[in-house]
């Protein structure tokens, strides 16, 4: 079978398009060797070694894998431009263009000048377009099912719905607490439903939970150790992490601008009141904080845990009480 020209990745879950990346490459092995690896960020522009990449073929063809994640960033001018470099794509390249978007209604929200690109509607088509909204309740006991016949585990009858119901919506964070069970199994392989217990998954990041935490002098031991702990499993969590605090910011930035936010009363009014504290030098400084971590994880100055490090080093700062 014949691999697409190239690929359409339509996921917000950064692990479950990485999963069909690799399935895809592996079922579609190359006679030249190995997959090349080259990963690109929507964000940043794409840099003239993926168009060389893309058209170019080398002297020993090998063959390579161009990786567009958060493509929905993309400049007009680089979809003009990536519509058009497709059409002449050597036959060693397979781009995959990532749409890291959410999901409304059992629909992707895929911006509408993506839609109206001819890639896009070339790729629909051709069936090149692969979308998923993530891990929910039913899609986990799918996912759990997969990974443990890849690991070579099974689940003792009952065990898989209990397990899953305590899994995190995040292949990431579930695969972790997966392989945690996984080495509670024993000789046998098989997990019970009572190693669901041994699982650590808190419940969601709560971003303005650490603020007033931070803020008041204390330390929540539950948000706390969340905030701390999503730095070691991977850079997933890192920018979800990030991510959701760059919408805290922007939302206290449009409650000090006076703009309209919908939530609940006395969130509104906490939240009001600690945008009015910040003010707009603080929020802008919350801003300088995830981009200087997302900066320094994609260049590749600091790790995940560094950049963690220091992006915690710079809230405590931020938001620590005020001292006469």
């Known amino acids: 079978m014949a691999k697409d020209g190239f690929s359409f990745i339509v996921c917000p879950d950064g692990q479950l398009l990485r999963d069909r990346i690799e399935g895809q490459l592996a079922a579609h092995s190359s006679s030249h060797g190995a997959w090349e690896r080259h990963v690109y960020w929507g964000d940043e522009g794409l840099a003239a070694s993926f168009w060389e990449h893309l058209t170019l073929q080398g002297l020993f063809a090998t063959p390579k894998a161009l990786v567009v994640r958060n493509a929905q960033n993309l400049a007009a001018a680089d979809w003009k431009k990536l519509?058009?470099?497709?059409?002449?794509?050597?036959?060693?390249?397979?781009?995959?263009?990532?749409l890291e978007v959410a999901f409304e209604r059992g629909k992707a929200k895929v911006p509408a000048a993506v839609q109206k690109t001819a890639c896009w509607k070339f790729a629909s088509g051709q069936g090149w377009i692969w979308e998923s909204p993530g891990l929910d309740e039913r899609s986990l006991q799918g996912f759990a099912s997969a990974w443990a016949q890849k690991?070579?585990?099974?689940?003792?009858?009952g065990a898989l719905p209990a397990?899953?119901?305590?899994?995190?919506?995040?292949?990431?964070?579930?695969?972790?607490?997966?392989e945690k069970l996984a080495l509670a199994a024993g000789a046998d392989g098989v997990i019970s439903a009572d190693t669901s217990a041994l699982g650590d998954h808190a419940a969601d990041l709560d971003i303005f939970g650490f603020i007033r935490a931070v803020q008041s002098g204390t330390q929540h031991d539950k948000v706390w150790r969340k905030v701390m702990g999503s730095s070691s499993a991977n850079d997933g969590l890192v920018f979800q992490f990030l991510g959701m605090l760059q919408r805290e910011a922007r939302m206290m930035w449009q409650l000090l601008s006076g703009e309209s936010v919908r939530l609940p009363a006395a969130v509104l009014q906490s939240k009001t009141r600690t945008a009015q504290q910040l003010r707009y030098r603080g929020i802008m400084r919350m801003w300088d904080l995830a981009l200087e971590a997302e900066k320094g994880i994609k260049s590749g100055?600091?790790?995940?845990?560094?950049?963690?490090?220091?992006?915690?080093?710079g809230l405590l700062a931020l938001f620590a009480p005020r001292r006469p």
């Open 83 to 98: 519509s058009e470099s497709l059409r002449q794509a050597s036959p060693t390249s397979w781009a995959f263009i990532c």
């Open 151 to 157: 690991r070579g585990v099974r689940f003792a009858p």
């Open 163 to 178: 397990i899953c119901a305590a899994l995190p919506a995040d292949a990431t964070a579930a695969r972790n607490e997966l």
């Open 301 to 313: 100055e600091r790790s995940p845990d560094q950049a963690m490090e220091a992006l915690i080093g």
